[in-house]
């Protein structure tokens, strides 16, 4: 009997302290204790990744690029309307401004332009503003060795990045080279020599810090880099969206990781890096993206030793900023030990993945807001802003389709740099944008009419025609009632036709395919002079052939069924 009463009562014991166990730390982290892996933009704790920005006090939405959700436009109308900071803010904002840095970030990941397309372009940047360009080489650097499957096809060679520097130092720009350390590594992690050092084995997004072969890749991805850069100045080291960090099987058998614990985690790894940069190249300024350092405790900042390390990016693209929350995240990084920063906005690539043309009013408000946050930095007087970078991204990451290209980003760029430049985007900053660039800029339309003197000018005017008309033209075509009513695809399937039908709509059908494949050609000629085949390939594909292929698919119809000049339907479809 008194065996069984002890019996039970280790049961019941063990029953609430399983309960207990359960209640108190089974909710705070089901990433690592369950399987499933759905979500890749988790963090740690349960909350998701900053990649939300607040509309207002009760709403959020989601942010990109550095983020997996795509973001729709707010719905306030950010074309037309442009609210200045009060004339003392502006001046206030104009004068500080001339000792930042202005860097375009020029995202390789995809649609790499030509070494001749960045000689017309350099120019540009530095007439508009700019001080140096963010080079994120991604696999468009010329990786030797065993890293050499790291590159592109289509590559640049060294002599290229010769001559990019070269270029840049005639334009008085500084090349900033930005090699991803510990997230969006896709471009390394796809490789199957590489898969094993995954953080987590099913996604290619983040390296497993665990693994000693982690840090002897990324060694010597810096090795070569620097090597081809041996005079820079500041260099990015990535390590923002460590998507799964925690959840590799090293990190598992581990005592449960608390969210302290995944943040010592993180800085170990971006310091243990930062360090070998510092040892080997002590001249050299590193910059990271802040978003994982939002979460971690001022005292695990500080027993890291990363603010003498690093500078944090601060970085933000919607047209309207949670300044509050940026401000909390400077106070932060003051209090950690961070003497330098810098802020990071958006000037194309940050509006949606598939975005085919640059909505200029979104990006605008993204550096008025910017300027708004700079009036308040007399708060943190330990605090010195160095710069801003203007990001373009051109993928959301390495297995996405491309955003706006380049070429279609510029009257953007034009006005955010001048937007920097004068502390406001007033009457003299528009007139400078058209002067430089050899248009009028509406920003009602957010387009710049005319013929345009800036190198890419005739592919932003094929693209924004493309834009507006192409896939409407065809579906407006597709709608045509003798279409729709005589020539079905019921008609098609079993060939039959009545060719008095047909003529309603043939004619119309062919001229819209003659005038589209003058476009296109255009279009294919000009993306030709300034990327790279597999580049104009793929925008084609996206964007183009899909619709063409329709029409000609039509035409080839047409010719099939009114060969047979109005013969009943035939017995077998097509």
Not at 211 to 240: N, R
Not at 321 to 333: E, F, G, Q, R, V
Request: glycine share 6%; aromatic share 10%; net charge negative.
């Amino acid at each position: 009997m008194l065996n069984q009463k002890s019996l039970r009562v280790i049961v019941v014991c063990l029953c609430v302290w399983l309960t207990l166990r359960y209640l108190l730390s089974g909710s705070s982290r089901p990433d690592l204790v369950e399987k499933s892996v759905e979500i890749p933009g988790q963090f740690w704790s349960n909350d998701k990744l900053d990649v939300y920005e607040k509309k207002d006090d009760n709403a959020v939405k989601p942010e990109v690029p550095h983020g997996d959700n795509e973001v729709k436009v707010p719905e306030a109308n950010y074309k037309a309307v442009v609210e200045d900071l009060p004339k003392a803010e502006q001046e206030m904002v104009q004068k500080e401004s001339k000792h930042l840095q202005r860097i375009v970030h020029l995202d390789l990941k995809g649609a790499a332009p030509k070494v001749k397309y960045l000689e017309q372009i350099f120019p540009l940047f530095s007439s508009l503003g700019a001080t140096g360009v963010l080079m994120e080489y991604e696999d468009m650097f010329p990786y030797d060795g065993d890293l050499s499957l790291l590159r592109s096809s289509f590559a640049y060679s060294v002599d290229d990045i010769a001559e990019i520097k070269r270029l840049a130092k005639i334009s008085n720009l500084e090349v900033i080279p930005l090699v991803q350390t510990f997230g969006h590594l896709e471009f390394v992690l796809k490789h199957e020599k590489y898969v094993s050092l995954r953080e987590v084995a099913e996604f290619p997004n983040s390296l497993n810090p665990r693994i000693p072969e982690s840090l002897v890749l990324l060694k010597e991805m810096l090795t070569q880099v620097m090597k081809l850069h041996p005079e820079a100045q500041h260099f990015h080291i990535g390590s923002d969206e460590v998507f799964g960090l925690g959840m590799s099987k090293d990190s598992k058998i581990l005592p449960r990781s608390s969210d302290e614990e995944l943040g010592k985690l993180y800085l170990s790894h971006v310091t243990t890096v930062a360090n070998f940069m510092s040892e080997t190249w002590p001249g050299v300024k590193l910059l990271m993206w802040d978003d994982m350092l939002r979460k971690i405790s001022v005292d695990a900042l500080k027993e890291s030793g990363l603010p003498t390390l690093a500078d944090p990016v601060v970085w933000k693209y919607l047209p309207e900023l949670d300044i509050t929350a940026i401000n909390s995240w400077i106070s932060k990084y003051q209090e950690a030990g961070f003497r330098d920063l810098w802020f990071a906005s958006a000037f194309k690539g940050a509006t949606g993945s598939d975005q085919m043309w640059t909505e200029i009013g979104h990006h605008l408000h993204n550096h008025l807001s910017w300027l708004k946050v700079m009036t308040s930095l007399y708060k943190y007087p330990q605090i010195t802003l160095q710069g801003i970078i203007l990001t373009g991204w051109q993928r959301y990451e390495h297995f996405t389709v491309l955003c706006e290209l380049l070429p279609v980003g510029i009257p953007s760029l034009a006005v955010c740099l001048q937007t920097l430049k004068h502390g406001s985007f007033h009457e003299e900053a528009q007139a400078e944008v058209n002067h430089i660039l050899g248009c009028e800029l509406r920003m009602d339309k957010e387009l710049c009419y005319g013929t345009g003197a800036f190198a890419g000018a005739e592919l932003y005017h094929l693209v924004h025609r493309v834009h507006t008309n192409f896939k409407s033209s065809i579906e407006d075509l597709m709608q045509n009632p003798h279409l729709r009513g005589a020539f079905s695809r019921y008609h098609r399937k079993y060939n039959f036709a009545n060719p008095r039908n047909v003529g309603f709509f043939q004619h119309k059908l062919t001229r819209t395919m003659s005038e589209w494949d003058t476009v296109i050609e255009k279009l294919r000629s000009e993306m030709e002079a300034i990327y790279f085949p597999d580049t104009v390939e793929e925008w084609m594909e996206e964007n183009v052939n899909h619709h063409m292929d329709q029409l000609r698919t039509m035409l080839q119809d047409i010719q099939r069924i009114t060969e047979r000049r109005g013969l009943a339907k035939s017995l077998k479809a097509r």
